[in-house]
């Protein structure tokens, strides 16, 4: 079972609070990920990071944002939460991995199921 | 445009029956193909990885098939159990990048009857 956590689980928030979704891994792996998914759609890549101090935007625009101090944490903020930011949100991170048909396993946390009001 | 199809949207089965869901895709350039599991609530599990040199790989009763020619694999299932009721995403990865980014279908949810 992989070694990768998120809290809080579920959170239900009012509009214009800040939060912060926390994720930990324990594997040491330097790639980490932030995905949101919506009920039946597909796992759109929202953050990532290739290391400490490195942190970058992926496909779906975010008004999350993201640092990476900690090889271990990659927690995820945002700054004033909104209705429109209700889902999921899923954090995995995997071994360094990289082109020429290599394939690497990438270990995701449960979730964080977040709802605003 | 990078993309994955899955079918069935939903399926319904008896336990003990087997199963077959489908997965098409448009990546280029492939990288590797992997199943998950995903369970209501739950992150994603692996199930399987293969790469564009491998046809079929086995995991207890879950067989995956690929012909990286008409860009298609399956996901097998045998003997179902109710613990298989759940989302199955197939996943395509590229080998485009330095970060290997991964594209994911929109599941096939399998619910298992007694």
């Known amino acids: 079972e992989a070694d990768i956590y998120q809290t809080p689980r579920y959170l239900v928030i009012g509009t214009g609070k800040k939060i912060t979704l926390e994720c930990s891994q324990t594997?040491?792996?330097?790639?980490m990920y932030w995905y949101q998914q919506d009920p039946g759609m597909e796992l759109h890549l929202i953050h990532y990071?290739?290391?400490?101090?490195?942190?970058e935007k992926g496909d779906l625009s975010s008004e999350s944002t993201v640092s990476r101090i900690r090889t271990e944490h990659f927690p995820l903020t945002l700054e004033s939460a909104r209705p429109s930011h209700t889902s999921q949100y899923l954090c995995?991170?995997?071994?360094?991995?990289?082109?020429?048909?290599?394939?690497?396993?990438?270990?995701f946390g449960p979730g964080t199921r977040l709802t605003v009001t | 445009k990078n993309q994955v199809e899955q079918s069935p949207q939903s399926l319904i089965i008896l336990e003990g029956k087997n199963c077959t869901l489908q997965?098409?895709?448009?990546?280029?350039?492939?990288?590797?193909l992997r199943w998950y599991k995903q369970d209501t609530g739950r992150g994603p599990v692996s199930l399987t990885i293969?790469?564009?040199?491998?046809n079929t790989k086995s995991n207890g009763r879950y067989t995956a098939t690929l012909d990286a020619d008409t860009k298609q694999s399956s996901l097998h299932i045998t003997a179902s159990q109710l613990s298989d009721s759940a989302s199955y995403i197939c996943?395509?990865?590229?080998?485009?990048?330095?970060?290997?980014?991964?594209?994911f279908g929109r599941g096939t949810q399998l619910t298992v009857w007694p």
């Open positions: 997965c098409n895709y448009t990546v280029s350039p492939f990288s590797n």
């Open positions: 990071s290739y290391g400490v101090n490195s942190t």
């Open positions: 995995a991170s995997s071994e360094e991995g990289g082109q020429g048909g290599l394939s690497y396993e990438q270990y």
């Open positions: 996943v395509v990865g590229d080998r485009g990048s330095t970060l290997g980014r991964l594209y």
């Open positions: 293969m790469t564009f040199s491998e």
């Open positions: 594997m040491g792996h330097d790639k």
